[in-house]
T-cell receptor, first 113, second 113 residues
Framework: DGGITQSPKYLFRKEGQNVTLSCEQN?????MYWYRQDPGQGLRLIYY???????QKGDIAEGYSVSREKKESFPLTVTSAQKNPTAFYLC????????????FGPGTRLLVL | LAKTTQPISMDSYEGQEVNITCSHN???????ITWYQQFPSQGPRFIIQ???TKVTNEVASLFIPADRKSSTLSLPRVSLSDTAVYYC??????????????FGTGTRLTVIP
């Protein structure tokens, strides 16, 4: 089945720890995105990537880092510099143009211990 | 930047038609209007997209007046499973960066039995 997967479903982070959220897609999409969603709020863009080895900061990139070494993978690292990381993280992909339909993964919920 | 304004919440009884309006006063000539649906703890799902006049698919209709400063998502005969948050996005189909990826807080629709 084609789709976009995220793992893990739940992730716990200790103070000062870096954690990495996985996002994989087999839709052959060029563009991938990371969003953060806080309770009762909309989605805010963290990073996006139009093509392999290229990515751009979104509205709230501070405290996060990404890489795009392969077309199908776009991992997000939540660094210790992100002081309030508790949120629902969503990964999406699209064929390339920003107004093309974005397909979202099931999300990862990050909690701080 | 064509940001959007939507009602925070709406209630409707089962079987009724629901219309959700989105204001986008600063919409640009090349911008398209896209609606997504999100259930709790899931990623958003594409519903419909349009540029002008009316677009209809198997789940919804999208009405866009001539001035394109607003749009209305119409859901015919809603059921309990339509309870979700609905987001309106406005953006240029040509890639112009993260400015087009603004989900806002959306409209929380509650369908009542």
């Amino acid at each position: 089945d084609g789709g976009i997967t995220q793992s893990p479903k739940y992730l716990f982070r200790k103070e000062g720890q870096n954690v990495t959220l996985s996002c994989e897609q087999n839709l052959n999409h060029d563009a991938m995105y990371w969003y953060r969603q806080d309770p009762g709020q909309g989605l805010r863009l963290i990073y996006y990537s139009q093509i392999v080895n290229d990515f751009q900061k979104g509205d709230i990139a501070e405290g996060y880092s990404v890489s795009r070494e392969k077309k199908e993978s776009f991992p997000l690292t939540v660094t210790s510099a992100q002081k309030n990381p508790t949120a629902f993280y969503l990964c999406a992909s699209s064929s390339g143009r920003v107004q093309e339909t974005q397909y979202f993964g099931p999300g990862t919920r990050l909690l701080v211990l | 930047l064509a940001k959007t304004t939507q009602p925070i919440s709406m209630d409707s009884y089962e079987g009724q038609e629901v219309n959700i309006t989105c204001s986008h006063n600063n919409i640009a000539t090349n911008d398209y209007i896209t609606w997504y649906q999100q259930f709790p703890s899931q990623g958003p799902r594409f519903i419909i997209q349009g540029y002008k006049t009316k677009v209809t698919n198997e789940v919804a209709s999208l009405f866009i007046p001539a001035d394109r400063k607003s749009s209305t998502l119409s859901l015919p005969r809603v059921s309990l499973s339509d309870t979700a948050v609905y987001y309106c996005l406005v953006g240029d189909p040509l890639w112009t960066g993260a400015n087009n990826l603004f989900f806002g807080t959306g409209t929380r629709l509650t369908v009542i039995p």
